[in-house]
């Protein structure tokens, strides 16, 4: 089955760091990016960043430059956001996608982006003191 | 980074009827737009890509036009499992950006 599994709930003080994770299973996971998207309680999607799952290549959007780290690990299948300093309004259900799929022709290797078709169950993030 | 905006926030529709979503870009996204569908409390659900390009499984009257800055997605005969938030997003440059979203309800 493909889908994407996301980790459970968290809970953190402000300042504090968050990681969530995002496993595959049922496709080739390195022949996919992932993207990050949040959304606030109430309020509209966030694009946070973007990684290639097949070399680590990272687009994060500028607003979270320097506070967010995105990762990934083909050995279990899982991609990772991380996201320091956490303020109130991190508060947050955090989501993966898969966006874009790796193709290489004549040893270089690019992504065909066809918007983000498979969906994590999402991962809220409370911050509070 | 590009603009998204969609119109209008909210649409009222009755069951039957054709719902006509706007979405407009700062500048040309050219055809690296995508739709959403979002109910409370569920992940966002891909509906079309390439601005007309359904996803897969997705009934046909869901349609979306447009390229450069303005395109469209209609539905057609509004089924009740259809009232939902629908957004916009470009993938032509990074960053990535969504639409602030459209309700459709029920009128």
């Known amino acids: 089955q493909v889908q994407l599994v996301q980790s459970g709930a968290e809970v953190k003080k402000p300042g504090a760091s968050v990681k969530v994770s995002c496993k595959a299973s049922g496709y080739t996971f390195s022949s996919y990016g992932i993207s990050w998207v949040r959304q606030a309680p109430g309020q509209g999607l966030e694009w946070m960043g973007w990684?290639?799952?097949?070399?680590?290549?990272?687009n994060y959007a500028q607003k979270f430059q320097g506070r967010v780290t995105m990762t990934s690990d083909t050995s279990t299948n899982t991609a990772y956001m991380e996201l320091r300093s956490l303020r109130s309004d991190d508060a947050a259900v955090y989501y993966c996608?898969?966006?874009?799929?790796?193709?290489?022709?004549?040893?270089?290797?690019?992504?065909?982006?066809?918007?983000?078709?498979?969906w994590g169950q999402g991962t809220t993030v409370t911050v509070s003191s | 980074e590009i603009v998204m905006t969609q119109s209008p926030a909210t649409l009222s529709v009755s069951p039957g009827d054709t719902a006509t979503l706007s979405c407009r870009a700062s500048?040309?996204?050219?055809?690296?737009l995508a739709w959403y569908q979002q109910k409370p409390g569920l992940a966002p659900r891909l509906l079309i890509y390439g601005a007309s390009s359904r996803a897969t499984g997705l009934p046909a009257r869901f349609s979306g036009s447009g390229s450069g800055t303005g395109f469209t997605l209609t539905i057609s005969s509004l089924q009740s499992e259809d009232f939902a938030i629908y957004y916009c997003?470009?993938?032509?440059?990074?960053?990535?950006?969504f639409g602030q979203g459209t309700k459709v309800e029920i009128k």
């Open positions: 500048q040309s996204v050219s055809s690296n």
């Open positions: 990684i290639s799952t097949y070399n680590g290549n990272t």
């Open positions: 996608a898969s966006s874009g799929e790796k193709s290489t022709i004549y040893g270089v290797v690019s992504y065909y982006y066809n918007g983000m078709d498979l």
């Open positions: 997003q470009q993938y032509n440059n990074w960053p990535w950006t």
